[in-house]
């Protein structure tokens, strides 16, 4: 494969290495997309920016950070001896089960010796001449290949509130997204904690633990539901395992590849008295059943969305007896409108006399000090400020790199608008280049690695043809990608998130144009849609030999 690559900057620069395929980021895509390559006998390097594997499970090291799939669900699916050997420990693993996890699967399969880490992309240019890729790292090493998968992650672009004052702050301060992987503590400390989305539920959780004085602002409530967490015996173990060769298929044929799926009886099918009680049977549950398993109808009616409402809202109530809390803490927004939290015992612990809960809207923040906040009532001290603010998701990792693609075009302009992909694999004017994890696609949300697993093969192939120069460029053609866009657009109208600002539009992002980023349909026929493409000449791509 190099000898048809130009590899000029070799004979000037020693930095320069060549290969056939790249593979950006080490998390659970990239790392399945190295290895599908290997087996290829590809010559193919892994780049990532954190010291080992693992991506959302390396960075978000938080106390409380952990999994709302089931684990069994979420661990890859290829027959090997860690899946017939792997006993996760709990329903729900935490972070450190989890990183430990990726890790195994490197060293199973020798994937780290083929990992340039510490090594944060900066730029890449499609190289028109040679179709070939040149990819230059922040260090200033660079790589030439002929294709490139962009596995860097839906959620791996931090954001931080903009507040004035925030670096004269002279105490600890950490955003959830960039934790140090060291310990932190909490106890005998005021911490400040910003932010309550799912990350914010879970390290205000561990924080509340043992903490001096927790302070939570709060800028808009989540219908956090109960994860109802628990370890699994070996017997769980070897009943789950045994299990595995119906799961992994039963999953891909779910809406989003998790365990639960919507109950096809809707609301108006079940008598209150059913209604409460399977209201009941599902809040007892773990996970996402209280989701993702609800009537149907839950997903996209107003009226039957409030019921469900209400009883959370009945819940929040019982465990939370102050009103004025209790107040602060129930939505009005409809539930799903915004993605919605696991907590375990969340709603109790605003009941301590050491957490306080202050809404923002009511208690704005008007600067960072060098000792804490300041608000219209004072100040608030701290020894800690945890930023649990989120992430530019789908897009941030992407344009965070400076990506130019034929002529000239930067990725970051052609979606300033908003991204416009076909199927979220691949970008009009920007040949040889794979995403996985970015907007529009299916891969990289839902239960991650049995949405993105699909995508991955299907784009492995692919990969394989070009790196073997049976292909030189493969790319969306501009009509596909308009009609693909068009389609993701036109979807998220239709939902209830459409009614909230959130991540998923992108205007959680100060400034940034509300365009919806996430793909919302069917796994099964996102899959199929794939599989028919293959087999008909892919359709919607525009290949030369
Ligand atoms: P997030 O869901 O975007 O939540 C960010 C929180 O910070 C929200 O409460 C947000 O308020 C608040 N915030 C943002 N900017 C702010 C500002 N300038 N001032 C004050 N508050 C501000 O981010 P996240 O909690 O990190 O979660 C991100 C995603 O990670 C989730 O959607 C989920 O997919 C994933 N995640 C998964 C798990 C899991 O699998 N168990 C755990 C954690 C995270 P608003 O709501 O008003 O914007």
């Known amino acids: 494969m190099s000898q048809v690559l130009t590899a000029e900057s070799t004979t000037q620069q020693q930095t320069t290495e060549v290969f056939d395929a790249l593979v950006i980021g080490a998390g659970t895509s990239g790392l399945y997309e190295l290895y599908l390559l290997t087996q290829q006998g590809l010559n193919v390097r892994g780049i990532e920016a954190g010291s080992s594997v693992g991506g959302t499970w390396y960075w978000n090291r938080y106390p ?13 699916a290829f027959p090997d001896d860690v899946l017939a050997t792997w006993n996760w420990k709990e329903l729900f693993a935490g972070q450190p089960e989890l990183e430990s996890y990726f890790n195994e699967v490197a060293d199973h399969y020798n994937l780290r010796a083929n990992i340039d880490f510490n090594t944060r992309v900066a730029s890449m240019t499609f190289d028109e001449q040679n179709n070939q890729w040149t990819v230059t790292a922040e260090s200033g090493k660079t790589y030439i290949a002929r294709v490139v998968v962009s596995a860097t992650g839906l959620l791996s672009a931090p954001i931080y509130p903009q507040i004035s004052g925030m670096e004269t702050f002279t105490g600890e301060s950490y955003h959830t997204g960039l934790w140090p992987d060291k310990e932190v503590t909490f106890s005998g400390k005021k911490v400040i904690v910003i932010g309550t989305g799912a990350s914010g539920v879970q390290v205000i959780t561990e924080i509340a633990k043992d903490v001096s004085h927790l302070t939570v602002f709060q800028r808009t409530p989540n219908w956090v539901i109960p994860l109802r967490n628990r370890p699994l015996t070996d017997d769980d173990m070897q009943r789950i395992r045994a299990g595995y060769p119906e799961m992994f298929p039963k999953l891909r044929n779910t809406w989003s590849g998790f365990l639960h799926s919507w109950d096809p009886k809707p609301t108006t099918d079940y008598t209150d008295e059913e209604l409460r009680e399977r209201f009941e049977t599902a809040y007892n549950s773990p996970g996402f059943a209280k989701w993702f398993g609800l009537p149907n109808d839950i997903a996209f009616d107003d009226v039957a969305n409030q019921k469900w409402c209400d009883f959370m809202a009945e819940k929040i109530h019982e465990i939370v007896p102050d009103p004025e809390l209790s ?5 009005n927004h409809p539930f799903g409108a915004k993605r919605v939290p696991c907590g375990t015992h969340y709603f109790e612990l605003y009941n301590q006399d050491n957490v306080e809960l202050l809404s923002l809207a009511e208690h704005p923040i008007l600067e960072v000090t060098s000792t804490g906040v300041r608000t219209p009532d004072g100040d608030i001290e701290a020894d800690m400020i945890v930023y649990a603010t989120g992430f530019e998701a789908f897009v941030g990792a992407l344009n965070r790199m400076d990506i130019t693609g034929l002529g000239g075009a930067k990725l970051r ?33 839902g239960n991650s690695p049995r949405c993105a697993e699909g995508s991955l093969e299907w784009m492995a192939l692919l990969v394989g043809k070009l790196a073997r120069n049976e292909l030189t460029r493969v790319e969306a053609t501009p ?21 909230t600002k959130n991540a998923f539009f992108g205007d959680n992002v100060p400034g940034r144009k509300r365009a919806f980023l996430a793909y919302t349909g069917a796994l099964p026929e996102f899959d199929e849609r794939l599989r028919t493409m293959a087999q008909s000449g892919y359709p919607g791509l525009q290949i030369t030999a």
């Open 479 to 499: 009509e596909a990608e308009a009609e693909w866009t068009e389609t993701v657009n036109a979807s998220g109208m239709g939902g209830f998130m459409a009614k």
């Open 327 to 331: 107040r602060l803490l129930i939505p």
């Open 64 to 76: 409380g950070c952990r999994l709302d799939s089931e684990s069994f669900t979420y661990q890859y």
């Open 413 to 445: 302009d052609k979606w300033e608008d908003g991204p416009k992909t076909f199927l979220g694999l691949q970008v009009a004017g920007f040949p040889n280049l794979f995403l996985i994890g970015g907007p529009h696609g299916k891969g990289g949300h």
